[in-house]
């Protein structure tokens, strides 16, 4: 009940703010740490694989951000539910603060899969079902993030975003589906696929570190970006009112 | 007196009479027409991709009248009058989805044929992409509408429609463009495709009358 109590208050965005700002530093820090044993874990203590050689260091940094790119969506849906059901501003602020981190992230999974596939499969890109999924997710946030940027009042475009973001929640599973059918339909024979091997704790460890690391990393950078959105918008309405104290004669709108 | 959806329906059939409606038709001719300066004059390679090339054509095209689905409504106040209409939001947003779809997916549905002639598709293949895009044009249609509602009234609406909503149609374009080849998976890819239409027919009117009372609010 406490605890309860406790995260409830956090709705509050003025106490919301004050939060973030206590935590931040705290989160900083401890990302810090956990991504320096994570990395050095990673590069130095982890074997190299008998088969990759020293390429298999990438997943270090590839699951993770894939994981993340994938749990910034759920973020959002779960933020958007909030907008639309409470009305909640603060869940917007959430759901506006993840879009981009959950980009970037989607952007470094592409990224450190191509450097990854470049000499595992002897070509930057393959239209794996992994792959390209992931590109469409990719795809997903910018265009969610365009809605965004196209609207002005952040009233219509929390909304706006929020429907977007729960039709393409329903869609997500289906286009998964979708792409792994096609795949397999035109399975391509350049692709050599390793068999999937149990992972060596040796392997398994620096990696769930390196995840919680990146999962530390993320949940810092998205109070910080939810922090300075809600210090947006409260400069916004305070330019409104100056504004409309200027025009005071006048009636508003 | 007609019922508030007949009205709808009539309504957008006489305006879309007065033009615009048999662009599509020419853009997805356009198209059709590109891919051969593209890859070559190779009618047995136009034959392999002509699907392909429909699908792609047809998918385009459908974009094309979505950013006035709702737009030209809002300018002219009727969307108000639609969402004070004696009935709900949703069917009367499904009202107008089936009128966009007679008005420019039908034409291209019935012009893929023809256009396919010209890439060399046999008879057979030309009426499987004529059934797959029978059920595939709807299903666009329903998730453009929801690409129409959100971006109702922005200045830029009618670049961004595109970029929301084709993500989210490759579900449709994967298994329409197996539905339309030659096969053993066809046919269960035509049963999919049909399960995705009448998914996205519930789909596309809640989210798209969800956005217009957003709008409203």
């Known amino acids: 009940m406490g605890l309860i109590s ?20 705290w989160l900083a820090g401890l990302s810090a740490a956990l991504l320096a044993v ?18 298999v260091r990438i997943m270090f940094l590839h699951v993770p ?15 958007s539910i909030g907008v639309l059901v409470w009305r909640h501003p603060v869940a917007d602020v959430s759901a506006k603060a993840a879009a981009p981190l959950g980009a970037a992230f989607t952007f470094l999974a592409l990224a450190t899969g191509s450097l990854w596939g470049k000499p595992m499969w002897g070509t930057w890109w393959v239209w794996d079902a992994r792959l390209t999924s992931f590109l469409i997710l990719f795809l997903m946030y910018l265009g969610l993030m365009a809605l965004r940027s196209a609207m002005e009042e952040p009233s219509r475009a929390a909304k706006a975003c929020a ?37 060596d704790p040796s392997i398994l460890t620096p990696l769930l570190i390196c995840a919680i690391a990146f999962t530390v990393l993320f949940v810092t950078l998205h109070l910080a970006g939810m922090r300075t959105e809600l210090v947006r918008r409260r400069l916004r309405t305070l ?15 | 007196m007609r019922s508030a959806h007949a009205a709808l329906f009539t309504r957008d059939l ?37 699907p392909a090339i429909l699908w792609l054509g047809a998918l385009l095209a459908t974009l094309l009248g979505l950013d006035r689905l709702l737009q030209a409504d809002h300018e002219d106040g009727s969307l108000d009058l639609i969402a004070l209409a004696p009935a709900g939001l949703e069917t ?99 049963t999919v495709l049909a399960g995705l239409a009448l998914g996205y027919a519930v789909l596309g009117p809640f989210s798209a009358a969800a956005a217009l009372r957003a709008l409203r609010d």
């Open chain 1, 6 to 25: 406790a995260v409830s208050s956090l709705a509050n965005p003025a106490r919301f703010a004050a939060f973030a700002t206590k935590a931040l530093p």
């Open chain 2, 92 to 190: 009367m947003v499904a009202t107008k989805i089936l009128a966009h779809w007679v008005t420019t997916g039908l034409p291209l549905v019935i012009a893929a044929p023809l256009f396919g002639v010209m890439l060399d598709l046999s008879p057979d293949a030309l009426g499987r992409v004529a059934l797959a895009l029978a059920l595939g044009t709807p299903a666009m249609a329903s998730l453009g509408a929801v690409g129409a509602a959100l971006t109702v009234g922005l200045r830029r609406g009618g670049l961004l429609v595109p970029v929301l909503i084709l993500p989210l149609a490759i579900p449709v374009l994967i298994f329409g463009v197996s539905a339309s080849a030659e096969g053993a998976e066809a046919g269960g890819a035509l």
């Open chain 2, 14 to 50: 006489a305006l879309a009479r007065g033009g615009g409606a048999g662009l599509g038709v020419v853009f997805f001719l356009l198209v059709v027409t590109l891919t051969p300066f593209a890859v070559g004059p190779d009618l047995a390679l136009l034959r392999r991709i002509g």
């Open chain 1, 65 to 79: 951000s894939a994981w993340l790119g994938m749990m910034a969506y759920v973020i959002m849906a779960v933020a």
């Open chain 1, 239 to 253: 330019r409104i009112t100056t504004a409309s104290a200027a025009l005071a004669p006048e009636p508003a709108e």
């Open chain 1, 163 to 199: 429907i977007l973001t729960l039709v393409g929640s329903v869609n997500i599973p289906i286009i998964k589906f979708s792409v792994d059918w096609w795949n397999t339909l035109h399975q391509p024979a350049s692709v050599i696929r390793a068999g999937k091997p149990t992972m």
């Open chain 1, 38 to 55: 994570g990395l050095y874990m990673a590069l130095f203590v982890a074997p190299a694989d008998y088969q990759q050689g020293e390429t």
